[in-house]
């Protein structure tokens, strides 16, 4: 096995992508993701890792950077938050739709403006629809393994998309943790060299980035909304996989105290650690309730969360960003779409917490899950706004 | 509602004609769109618009599969695009021909115009841009809006000069139409349907027919598969080569923008008229004046 | 003139594309690539040469070639590169040289693609851009960009009744790239080919990045006859609008000399953007073209022009380098 040490989320993220014998990396600092930036240049200066480390001169050349070196043929990392995913956003589709399998760990910030460094999950759902598949984790050893996870599941020749790995600024990536930090060995069994279906090879020429008439588009759109679908059995392998030599297994949708539960509450992220110890104590004051953590945000694990929810009789979902003009948040927008058509229904109430930093409490979760006083259907608000 | 299609090369101004024609129409309180089709293909290349009309107001976004009348600006084009293609039972056809327009009648047209618009617009316009030239074959047989319309249309998009010009085009047009309906008709024989040819060469259509399973990932592309878009359709004139004259210097081949002078064993070139444009850049760069760009024959 | 024999038969730029009749930007590519060959990898912006050459399920190239999107061609060169040299590294490839060329047009290059140039100059890749400058947005009807000439009327300066063309003088893509001191950086024109093919070997010899800047005559975009585009290409040289030079280790080199400039208005009389331009604006642009090349021509330790400066016919024939 590995050896545990403490260490700052960050870091623990570097020394993975170390790990995973990336060829290229491109880098453009910004808060709160600049520290995996940082030890990544560490371990390129200091011959740790044999990659071409290149520092780009904005988020758009560093997805542009991206696209290339993984159509050339070499595994490829970028890591960046808030603007400069939004300066990024008109490649990431690109990428997806090119079937360039990079990993990308997306360290959550809030949007602008007003500006704010602080974490809320408002960068990833502006690109929720970039056709990339799109994981959540909660803590320094998620962090850790997703990008080997990552990694296994997009090279796969039936996958080939591109990773996103969330991960709360500050709140996960400037924690100091314990991290288990696998034997280089065993990484390499688990994550084999990149073998790419096809590159951009003089030996073997192809034409990459061809535009399509409308009499194909639709085509196209189908084929990529059908891979990011039907990428969901190589994620489940690859999470399957990776317990054997780690002894930790991740799902989809990860259930604590759900198992026939009245209410359950939902989360993604970071936040599903203090709910956690919010559903601990509303269980002993004696109230029915559990916790689904939605894992895997894209492609949305329909079954699963189906099954997750069966019999439940009241819905509680936490939302980190607001859909401004829209009827709640993006992910309660999502769950209820999911439940449409379902019998037997719960009702639904959204909240959306901890946006631009605002910490939520163990009491937030508290307040967010005590019964309402009058039982509504649908209800939707912006928890703690004042 | 009437449906029209035009047809055209990029830069004739076939778009040009639809709107004029709308126009025309709105400004005698009818109802009409006009929209161009949309395509990688540039100047030269066979292009299309549209227009519907009616007395209603329109609801239709749609592409014109069917038309009730097909205007043809350049007689390059017979050959290469089906023209006719879709056109319904009994529909008009109006064309630029400086031959005998029977030989475009055929059984199951209600009506044909034909004019010759390049050698009047060469003529007025001093150059070969035919749409408004055509506009005044099509109201000669057909009266979808007065001529007077169609002048005025003209005045409000150029300036006095061209307008004037065009409005003198499209006067002498509208005189010099001949009309053929299928009365007038006579049966030729061993002249087929103007579809069929035209079909199997329109442009890459039959490369389009993908289900989305059988689409490469990411749609990647083979190299050099353009080779089977054969350009020589857009093509108006030829280059002629004369051996005599030629020092085979090859700059006709270099300068060729389409790869469509090949060099022979010899040490002379010929013209790959599969994708020659017929720019006539080759005959203009020729030191030794060996080159001559000849008009493609009509029909 | 009997060296483009000497040249290869391989078409890199398969025919079949959709460019125009006529168009000066193909003519350039496919000497372009004669030079480049097979081994290479190119990354194009999106633009004219990227629409009419990659409608799905067809292309046009026969390297291997990407596109992405319009303002980051030399970024994906750089990834490209950088992807190469890695592979190469930990021995995932052989070790044959592999070439990536960037090419865009003067929107992709000199506008929103700038940015993008700058970075992947100063980081030093090693790699070719080609800068095909047709002096305006064609692929979406002839907008101006920086690159457009002062005085050419388009789409978005139109020659009005207050208004006359273009306002701004063009940008000068050679003195920024010269800016970043990268090796080598040139200007070529397709009138020239043999002048094109050997800076075009040049730059993709040196290690490191290397600039070419190459005008493109467009027929639509410029008004001019399809059959004229050549032409307009030498006329452009011969008057001094756009010199044929190399800058290398800081110095520059002029390819082809004058003893006299054809004047301006012969170039500009040709061409339907500048139709109705006035007097005292050709005189404007005279006299700055003559104060450009003198500068030229300074800076390459040449004598300056003489005040009788102007010769009436052009050089019949190129002068190959």
């Known amino acids: 096995m590995g050896k545990t040490r403490g260490m700052e989320v960050s870091i623990a993220a570097a020394e993975a992508v170390k790990q995973a ?10 808060t709160p993701q600049t520290h995996i930036v940082e030890k990544l240049s560490e371990f390129v200066a200091n011959g740790q890792l044999e990659a071409e480390y290149v520092t780009v001169e904005s988020e758009h050349s560093a997805m542009s950077l991206c696209i290339g070196s993984q159509a050339a043929g070499a595994r490829t990392f970028t890591s960046t938050s808030s603007q400069g995913l939004a300066l990024m956003s008109e490649l990431v589709p690109i990428a997806s739709a090119l079937r360039l399998p990079m990993v990308i760990y997306l360290v959550n910030r809030s949007l602008s403006a007003p500006l704010s460094i602080w974490n809320d999950h408002s960068d990833v759902m502006s690109i929720r629809d970039s056709g990339c598949i799109q994981l959540f984790v909660k803590d320094g050893q998620e962090v ?75 085509e196209a759109k189908k084929a990529h909304d059908e891979t990011l679908k039907a990428s969901h059995p190589y994620l489940e392998k690859a999470w399957e996989e990776w317990a ?24 993604m992220g970071s936040l599903s650690e203090t709910a956690r110890e919010g559903v601990k104590i509303l269980r002993e004051k004696g109230q029915n309730i559990g916790l689904l953590e939605l894992r895997q945000w894209r492609p949305f694990p329909q079954e699963e969360f189906r099954q997750g929810v069966k019999g439940v009789r009241r819905l509680v979902v ?34 959306v917490a901890g946006l631009g930093g605002r910490d939520v409490t163990v009491e937030d979760f508290l307040n967010m899950a005590a019964p309402p006083s009058r039982e509504k259907k649908y209800a939707f608000s912006i928890h703690g706004a004042r | 509602m009437l449906e029209i299609r035009f047809h055209g090369r990029g830069g004739q101004g076939a778009v040009t004609s639809a709107e004029l024609l709308a126009q025309a129409a709105i400004k005698e309180g009818k109802y009409a769109r006009a929209f161009p089709s949309f395509g990688p293909e540039r100047r030269g290349a066979p292009v299309s618009a549209f227009c519907r009309l009616d007395e209603k ?156 399973k059988e689409l490469p990932p990411g749609c990647i592309v083979e190299p050099g598969s353009t080779r089977k878009n054969l350009t020589g359709d857009w093509r108006s004139r030829y280059p002629l080569l004369n051996r005599e ?39 203009r760069e020729c030191p030794a004046g060996a080159i001559l760009m000849e008009k493609e024959l009509e029909g | 003139m009997f060296a483009v024999k000497t040249l290869t038969d391989r078409e890199y730029l398969a025919p079949g594309h959709r460019g125009c009749s006529g168009c000066g930007q193909a003519v350039a590519v496919r000497m372009v690539h004669k030079a480049l060959g097979q081994r290479i990898v190119v990354a194009c912006a999106t633009g004219c040469m990227e629409v009419i050459s990659s409608p799905f399920p067809q292309s046009s190239w026969e390297m291997p070639w990407i596109h992405v999107a319009f303002e980051n061609a030399a970024a994906v060169a750089s990834g490209i590169e950088a ?45 070719l851009y080609i800068c095909y400058d047709n002096e305006a947005y064609m692929n979406t009807g002839v907008q101006r960009s920086s690159s457009t000439p002062y005085g050419a009327s388009t789409m978005t300066t139109p020659a009005g009744r207050i208004q006359k063309g273009q306002a701004t003088w063009k940008k000068n893509m050679m ?110 642009m005279q006299e700055r073209v003559l104060e450009m090349w003198q500068d030229l021509k300074r800076k390459a330790g040449l004598r300056e022009l003489r005040p009788s400066r102007f010769r009436k016919e052009g050089v019949k024939w190129i002068r190959t380098s």
């Open chain 2, 245 to 283: 004259r030629c020092i085979k210097c090859g700059l006709c081949w270099i300068y060729c923008p389409d790869a469509s002078l090949i060099r022979k064993g010899d040490g002379f070139y010929g013209v790959d008229l599969n994708y020659c444009k017929g720019c006539g850049i080759c005959a």
């Open chain 1, 318 to 351: 936490i939302d980190r960003a607001v859909s401004p003009g829209s009827t709640g948040g993006p992910v309660a927008s999502e769950i209820c779409s999911a439940l449409y058509g379902m019998e037997d229904q719960p009702s639904l109430e959204n909240y």
């Open chain 2, 57 to 212: 107001p329109i609801n239709l976004r749609t592409v014109i599969k069917n038309p009730h009348v097909v205007v043809v600006l350049d007689p390059s084009l017979y050959e290469v695009v089906d023209v006719t293609g879709g056109l319904r039972e009994r529909g008009h056809l109006v064309i630029n021909t400086s031959k005998d327009p029977r030989a475009f009648f055929s059984g199951n047209l209600g009506g044909l115009a034909a004019v010759n618009a390049s050698l009047i617009a060469q003529e007025i316009l001093k150059r070969p841009i035919t749409n408004t030239v055509m506009l005044g074959a099509l109201v000669r047989m057909l009266p979808l809006v007065e001529l007077e319309s169609l002048a005025q249309a003209l005045e409000e998009r150029f300036n006095e000069k061209i307008a004037q010009k065009n409005i003198q085009a499209l006067k002498r047009s509208y005189q010099e139409t001949l009309i053929l309906t299928p009365e007038d008709h006579v049966e030729r024989e061993g002249k087929g349907e103007s579809g069929e040819a035209g079909d199997a060469r329109i442009t890459g259509e039959k490369d389009r027919d993908y289900s989305w």
């Open chain 3, 175 to 284: 003195e920024i790239v010269a800016a970043h001191h990268i090796p080598y950086a040139a200007t070529a024109s397709p009138s020239y080919p043999m002048d094109l093919l050997g800076k075009v070997k040049k730059g993709a010899e040196i290690k490191g990045p290397a600039y070419l800047h190459i005008l493109s005559p467009c027929p639509p975009g410029w008004g001019i006859e399809a059959e004229d585009t050549i032409g307009l290409g030498r006329l452009a040289v011969e008057t001094g609008a756009f010199p044929l030079y190399e800058q290398e280790e800081g110095k520059i080199r002029l390819s082809l000399d004058f003893d006299k400039l054809i004047p301006l208005e012969k170039y500009l009389k040709g061409q339907g953007r500048f139709r109705g331009i006035d007097q005292e604006r050709m005189d404007y």
């Open chain 1, 244 to 267: 054997v030599i780690s002894g930790r297994r991740y799902r989809p949708v990860e259930e604590f105290n759900a198992r026939g539960a009245e209410t359950i509450m939902i989360t």
């Open chain 3, 83 to 127: 992807g190469l040299k890695a592979l190469r590294h930990k021995g995932k490839i052989d070790n044959r040289k592999i070439k990536v060329v960037a090419m865009a047009g003067d929107g992709g290059t000199a506008d929103i693609g700038l940015q993008a140039l700058s970075g992947a100059l100063e980081r030093g890749h090693d790699f």
């Open chain 1, 144 to 218: 850790y393994d997703h990008l080997f996870i990552a990694y296994r599941a997009a090279e796969k020749q039936e996958v080939l998309l591109p990773v996103i790995v969330n991960l709360d600024g500050f709140l996960l990536s400037h924690t100091f943790e314990p991290v288990e930090v696998m034997e280089e060995e065993r990484i390499r069994q688990y994550l084999p060299p990149y073998r790419p279906l096809y590159t951009l090879n003089p030996d073997k020429p192809i034409t990459m980035g061809a535009f399509a008439p409308p009499s194909l588009f639709t």
């Open chain 1, 21 to 30: 014998d990336v060829d290229v990396i491109s880098a453009y600092p910004i």
